[in-house]
């Protein structure tokens, strides 16, 4: 009975010596994993963190590029102040634009209020005659260039002259006020250049679709369709006696003064001239006479 309990004791003892032995072995690994575990999570912290921080550095460079972009057209297209201001650097402003890009132009040039102080805006007023293509082209330039004018009041009035070969020439008369806009943030007239500007070719707004008829010296020798007599005809054309006194045969689509033969109407037995002595064209019908 006496072994039974000894070996039972001895037992228990190697068992608790085991236990302990494993719980010694096993803390070493457990604490290193329990750094590792640790470890792992700081490290997913820093790294969600620094994903954060790459977006928002994209982020940052797309805005960088936008206002690159923004810059580049500002430079290209944009407007700036101008730096100081008198009537003697407006007037050579101005100039320079006639000089270059509508040597037609001739400009009135006004200046009003104190013109000393150079850092204040100051008022001017222009006013001259010529023709669209120069006026747009003057107006185009002082619009488009980067010095920052201001045009107000604007009155314009036209007038019609023919040529000798008979076009028509339409000069506008115009006045307006225009006013400069100082800062000294803008750059020295001196060192801007100017841009290349794109000029269209500029429609005259003063044309009149409607006119009064004037005699176009490119139409005087053509035969004159008012003054004809229908003398006989056919299908396909008709003999006619002009003002001079001659006989003529003519076709659809022969031209005459202001227009051409339109059709022949064998059935009425009369024939039709298209004309266009307004700006409009207009029918104008001879029928044959029935004596």
């Not at 001196?190 to 009064?212: L, V």
């Not at 008012?226 to 689509?253: C, D, H, M, T, W």
């Not at 266009?276 to 004596?291: H, M, P, V």
């Amino acid at each position: 009975m006496r072994n039974e309990v000894r070996n039972s004791i001895v037992l228990a003892t190697l068992l608790v010596l085991i236990f302990i032995m494993k719980l010694i072995l096993s803390a070493g690994p457990a604490k290193q994993i329990k750094q590792e575990t640790a470890l792992l999570e700081k490290n997913k912290t820093e790294l969600a963190s620094l994903q954060y921080v790459i977006i928002d550095t994209m982020q940052v460079y797309f805005v960088k590029q936008k206002i690159a972009k923004m810059d580049d057209w500002q430079r290209e297209h944009g407007k700036t102040f101008v730096n100081s201001d008198n009537s003697r650097k407006t007037w050579s402003y101005l100039s320079s634009i006639i000089n270059t890009y509508c040597p037609e132009l001739e400009l009135s040039f006004e200046t009003s209020g104190d013109d000393e102080d150079d850092m204040v805006n100051h008022n001017y007023r222009i006013s001259g005659t010529t023709d669209i293509q120069s006026l747009y082209n003057f107006l185009n330039h002082i619009e488009n260039q980067k010095q920052l004018y201001v045009i107000s009041e604007p009155r314009f009035s036209a007038s019609t002259h023919y040529e000798e070969d008979g076009s028509r020439i339409t000069l506008v008369s115009f006045d307006m006020a225009l006013q400069s806009i100082v800062n000294a943030t803008g750059p020295e007239q001196n060192d801007q250049s100017f841009r290349r500007i794109k000029s269209e070719q500029a429609r005259n707004f003063f044309e009149p679709k409607i006119y009064s008829p004037y005699a176009n010296p490119n139409e005087v020798n053509k035969l004159n369709a008012e003054k004809f007599e229908l003398l006989s005809l056919s299908a396909s054309s008709a003999f006619i006696k002009a003002e001079n006194g001659q006989v003529y045969r003519i076709k659809p689509g022969h031209q005459v003064a202001y227009g051409f033969l339109k059709s022949i109407n064998w059935q009425k037995q009369s024939i039709t001239f298209s004309l266009n002595k307004i700006g409009i064209y207009k029918d104008y019908t001879i029928a044959l006479s029935k004596e």
